[in-house]
């Protein structure tokens, strides 16, 4: 069922489970890859978007996350998301399905009023019940760690949170911003495994361009 109700923040919703990617939509909105559905220019912001994934063209911000090590976003999870997940709107970047499976919350973020056809634009992964992923074989330590990390580097992206880090215990190396990036735990830091900075902050990631 679809709300149009504004959906919370990062910092009012437990546990971190609605993670912002305010620049995804700006940047990723205009390179759709053509899609077979019919034109939907007609529809208003308002209307909610179609729940058959056939229809959903995929960006290349998208296509570039489906790649990368520790997103755990794949094409099946996202269309089980646009077919049974929770639909609802989020003043940051529109309408976003959520489903939640195996103590994992998968949001994927859609549009289908600036483009020929509904299109994909980002989606990722949040924890959203620590238990019950921990309890599930799916789900390794260092995954659950990762996908922490990633969140808690999201959610707080201007800001240096080595509180926010020291906990996470990551060796494999995940890519964001760029950098392949682990860390151990009491580190108050990440490292590029590539290039060997050391990094407090989502920003300071995006700043440092990775020589590899």
């Not at 755990?72 to 049974?84: G, K, T």
């Not at 707080?156 to 020291?166: L, S």
Request: net charge neutral.
């Amino acid at each position: 069922m679809a709300s149009r109700q504004p959906s919370p923040g990062v910092e009012e919703t437990p546990g971190g489970r609605s993670l912002p990617e305010p620049t995804a939509y700006a940047n990723a909105v205009g390179r759709a890859e053509p899609s077979a559905a019919p034109p939907s220019r007609h529809r208003s912001p308002e209307d909610p978007p179609p729940r058959t994934p056939a229809m959903y063209a995929h960006t290349d911000h998208f296509r570039q996350r489906l790649h990368q090590q520790g997103r755990y976003v794949s094409v099946p999870i996202v269309a089980e998301a646009i077919n049974h997940g929770q639909l609802r709107w989020n003043t940051t970047d529109g309408w976003r399905f959520a489903l939640v499976r195996h103590g994992i919350r998968y949001v994927v973020v859609v549009s289908d009023t600036e483009t020929q056809s509904p299109v994909i634009v980002t989606g990722w992964t949040a924890i959203d019940d620590w238990e019950t992923a921990h309890a599930d074989a799916r789900w390794n330590e260092t995954d659950l760690q990762t996908i922490r990390l990633r969140a808690a580097l999201s959610s707080h992206r201007n800001e240096q949170i080595p509180d926010r880090i020291r906990p996470r215990d990551v060796d494999r190396a995940f890519e964001i911003c760029g950098h392949r990036i682990v860390t151990e735990a009491g580190a108050g830091s990440v490292e590029c495994v590539d290039c060997g900075g050391r990094f407090r902050s989502k920003a300071e990631l995006q700043r440092r361009h990775c020589h590899r």
